[in-house]
């Protein structure tokens, strides 16, 4: 040889691995009684966690147990599941789905033939311009969005709004009125986000806001807590933390962080009152903070959930500053606070039409409501619509705001569901597939059920941080 040259890496190496290392998923409807048992085990890889609950809550399963863990560089999880109706898993498409989506690398699961739905969770821009907002909520705000869009011949055919901390993030995704068509124009994109800014501002021009386009594959409910992490919603305006003080213990999160040194984790324990979809949430935030989760329990007992997150930095390390542990503590609080729904929730059910959003909401702005969540869709020609509103100052609606409300949208297309508790509050999406449920249409809706297991053993005594 007459020289050293640079090693030579095989561009096909990492897919060989891949390959040789193909995920494993069993689905067992013979070990347990009650419920499915959903086996995965792969090589191991940050994220990975994330997308196998996400999968599974995107098909409306309820995890009844779970057992995660991923030492050693294999991931190894087992989920007891049901379906909505509390079966175990008879549906061959579900299955296939499942399996296909988790289990081989190379498949996408559009390529899964199943009896259901489109995932409603994930939204392709392939059919529509997909519009990202963020920034200081306030009474009116959606009408104004939604009024600059249809001023812009824009028809939105469907939009998530959250509020937390007195902050709002928004993924609303829209056609050209004219064409049905995504927006391509960039002049016209471009009027769009200066007049979007502008009305996220208000009159400080000062103020922090964002607005983007996405592209690609979109996962709303993952987008929503990125948006209203980038935007530091746990920062809890010291007006804020004085009204959250004086809530009943029992309603808020209770999130503890101490060092492993046994074993070199972090070890993160959550309380809070169960809910639908909790474990995604807390899981994609801790995963959306760049941290590895090694092992993981979680249970339910009665109304409320117990999880306990076993982790470390990427590099491997544990989180050993006060101020690191902290808002990794705020963090998740703010991650279960999100989709807790605030006030009286409103379905709307009706044929769609160019504007209707815009209609509605400026009747909801004038009648001096405020839309604290809302989760708005089409399927087919009908507009299924769930709004949670307050008056503007955060308190309850009369039911004389709410029956002049309905004369004036429409009885017949207004429904007036029971008023939310504070931190119990049911999904939208649940509500909306009811309604569509009624008018005859189908719709795949997230579910995630109680979690109920015991911790793991073998861990070695945990220590607190001091």
Not at 29 to 40: E, G, P, Y
Request: a negative charge.
């Amino acid at each position: 040889m007459s020289g050293r040259g640079c090693p030579y890496f095989d561009p096909d190496y990492d897919t060989l691995i891949s390959r040789l290392n193909a995920p494993s998923v069993v689905i067992d409807n013979s070990s347990c009684d009650d419920a499915t048992l959903v086996k995965v085990d792969s090589a191991n890889k940050h994220g990975i966690l994330l997308e196998v609950v996400q999968v599974l809550t995107d098909l409306d399963l309820t995890i009844s147990k779970a057992y995660i863990s991923s030492d050693g560089g294999w991931f190894m999880d087992v989920f007891h599941v049901t379906d909505k109706l509390g079966h175990k898993l008879r549906d061959q498409g579900i299955i296939d789905y499942i399996q296909q989506s988790l289990g081989d690398a190379q498949a996408t699961t559009s390529q899964v033939k199943t009896s259901l739905a489109p995932t409603v969770g994930t939204q392709s821009s392939g059919g529509h311009t997909a519009i990202e907002l963020s920034g200081r909520d306030r009474p009116g705000l959606l009408s104004e969005i939604s009024g600059v869009l249809t001023g812009m011949t824009c028809n939105v055919v469907a939009a998530e709004v959250w509020t937390h901390n007195k902050r709002v993030a928004c993924v609303v995704y829209v056609t050209d009125e004219a064409t049905g068509c995504p927006i391509k124009d960039p002049e016209k994109l471009a009027r769009m986000k200066e007049r979007l800014s502008q009305v996220l501002r208000g009159d400080d021009e000062n103020r922090l806001a964002t607005t983007d386009f996405s592209s690609g594959l979109t996962h709303t409910e993952r987008r929503l807590h990125q948006m209203m992490l980038a935007d530091r919603d746990y920062d809890v305006p010291s007006s804020t933390s004085s009204i959250n003080a004086v809530l009943d213990a029992r309603i808020r999160p209770v999130i503890s962080l101490r060092n492993c040194l046994e074993k070199g984790y972090s070890v993160v324990s959550v309380q809070c009152k169960d809910r639908p979809k909790l474990l995604f949430d807390t899981v994609c935030t801790l995963t959306d903070m760049e941290y590895v989760v090694f092992h993981a329990s979680a249970r339910a007992d009665g109304p409320y959930a117990y999880q306990e997150y076993y982790i470390r930095h990427m590099d491997g390390c544990t989180l050993d500053l006060d101020a690191e542990q902290e808002r990794v503590v705020k963090c998740l609080e703010a991650a279960i606070e999100r989709r807790v729904s605030e006030g009286l929730r409103l379905e709307l059910c009706t044929r769609d039409r160019v504007g209707l959003l815009s209609d509605v909401t400026r009747v909801f702005r004038e009648k001096g409501l405020s839309v604290t969540r809302a989760d708005v869709s089409t399927r087919g020609d009908r507009a299924v619509n769930v709004f949670y509103v307050t008056d503007t100052s955060g308190k309850a609606v009369s039911m004389k705001v709410v029956e002049a409300l309905r004369l004036e949208i429409g009885q017949a297309i207004l429904e007036v569901k029971e008023e939310v508790k504070e931190g119990r509050g049911e999904g939208a999406a649940e509500v909306a597939a009811e309604v569509a449920a009624a008018g005859g249409m189908s719709r795949s809706r997230f579910s995630f059920g109680n979690l109920s297991e015991r911790f793991f053993h073998g861990l070695g005594l945990v220590k607190s941080y001091s």
